[in-house]
C-alpha cells in the first residue's frame, strides 16, 4: 500500500470505530434514531455531493441507480448492525461482521471483478480475518443469548458488508462516480427510504433530544469513515483496502473490553495482534 492508502485507512478505521462505539453507548434502536444520523448526514454532504457532481460531470442517470442500490444496502446493514448491538456485545457483533465482510470482499473482487491479488496480499487478507474471527470467538458475557444472538447478528452484517462494499467500489471505479457524489446520493435515498416508519413514530422527538450528541457525531463520522475508504479503493484493488480497514477492529474490541467491562481480554489482545501483523502484511504486499 502507498503512503496515501494507508493513510486513507487508518482515518477511516478511527472514524469507523468511533461512530460504532457511539452507537453502542447510545444503547438505542428503531427507525427513528437512524433517520436522524441520515438525514443529519445528507444535509451537512450536500454542498460536498453537490460539488463534485458537478464538477466531474457525473452521469445523473448512472449517480442515480448506483445511489439507489447504495442507499438501499446501507439502510439494511444500520438497520442490522443497531439491532446487533442492542441484543449484543459490541465485541462479538463487531469483530465478526467486520471478518465475514472483508473475507467476502476479497473473493467477490476475484469472482466479479477480475482482480487478482498476489500471495502477499491473500496471505495478508487471511491473517486479518483470522486476527478478527479469533477476537470474536473470545466471545460475550459467558452463558448469556447475547452472545449467541451477537454471532448471527455479526454473520448478517458481515454478508451486507460484502456487498455493499463491491456495489460502491464499482461505482467509483469502473462506473466512474465521484467518491462524495456518490455517498451523498446514497444518504439522501437512506433518508427518503427510511421517512415512512421515522416520521411516525411518536418518540422522534424526543429521541433528538436524548441523542443530540450521538446523532451528529453518527451522522458526520459514519459517510466519513466509508467515504475514506472509497477513496482509498480508487487507488488500490478491493481485495487490499476491504482486509486492511478492519485494524478498527483492535480500537473497538479494546474499547469493548475496557469501555463496557466486556469480558475476555487476553483473548482480545492476541487477536488484535494478529489483525496488526496481516495489515503489516498487506501494507509489505
Avoid at 46 to 52: C, I, R
Avoid at 89 to 107: E, F, H, N
Avoid at 157 to 184: E, F, K, R, S
Wanted: proline share 5%; hydrophobic share 60%.
Amino acid at each position: 500500500m502507498t503512503p496515501l492508502v494507508l493513510l486513507l485507512v487508518a482515518a477511516g478505521a478511527l472514524a469507523h470505530a468511533t461512530w460504532n462505539l457511539t452507537i453502542k453507548r447510545a444503547g438505542t434502536s428503531g427507525a427513528g434514531f437512524l433517520w436522524l444520523t441520515f438525514a443529519v448526514g445528507a444535509v451537512v454532504f450536500a454542498p460536498f455531493g453537490v460539488w463534485s457532481l458537478a464538477a466531474e460531470g457525473a452521469d445523473l442517470w448512472r449517480w442515480a441507480g448506483f445511489a439507489a442500490g447504495s442507499g438501499a444496502l446501507q439502510v439494511g446493514y444500520f438497520l442490522l448492525l443497531q439491532k446487533g448491538y442492542s441484543v449484543g456485545d459490541v465485541s462479538v457483533v463487531y469483530p465478526l461482521a467486520r471478518g465475514t465482510g472483508p473475507l467476502l470482499s476479497v473473493v467477490l473482487a476475484i469472482v466479479l471483478l477480475g482482480e487478482r491479488p498476489g500471495w502477499p496480499v491473500l496471505l495478508g487478507a487471511a491473517v486479518v480475518v483470522a486476527g478478527v474471527v479469533t477476537i470474536g470467538l473470545a466471545g460475550g458475557r459467558a452463558g448469556s443469548r447475547a452472545n449467541r444472538a451477537g454471532v448471527l447478528f455479526g454473520l448478517a452484517i458481515g454478508v451486507l458488508i460484502a456487498v455493499y462494499t463491491l456495489w460502491d467500489a464499482t461505482a467509483v471505479t469502473a462506473g466512474g462516480l465521484p467518491v462524495v457524489g456518490l455517498y451523498w446520493g446514497s444518504l439522501v435515498v437512506q433518508t427518503v427510504v427510511l421517512a415512512p416508519w421515522a416520521l411516525r413514530d411518536r418518540q422522534l422527538r424526543a429521541t433528538a433530544i436524548a441523542h443530540r450528541v450521538a446523532v451528529p457525531v453518527v451522522a458526520v463520522l459514519a459517510p466519513l469513515a466509508y467515504i475514506f475508504i472509497l477513496l482509498a479503493i480508487q487507488i488500490a484493488p478491493v481485495s487490499v483496502v476491504a482486509p486492511a480497514r478492519e485494524v478498527s477492529v483492535v480500537l473497538v474490541s479494546l474499547a469493548g473490553w475496557l469501555w463496557f467491562r466486556e469480558p475476555h481480554p487476553a483473548q482480545r489482545l492476541v487477536g488484535a495482534a494478529i489483525v496488526l501483523l496481516g495489515v503489516g502484511v498487506l501494507t509489505v504486499g
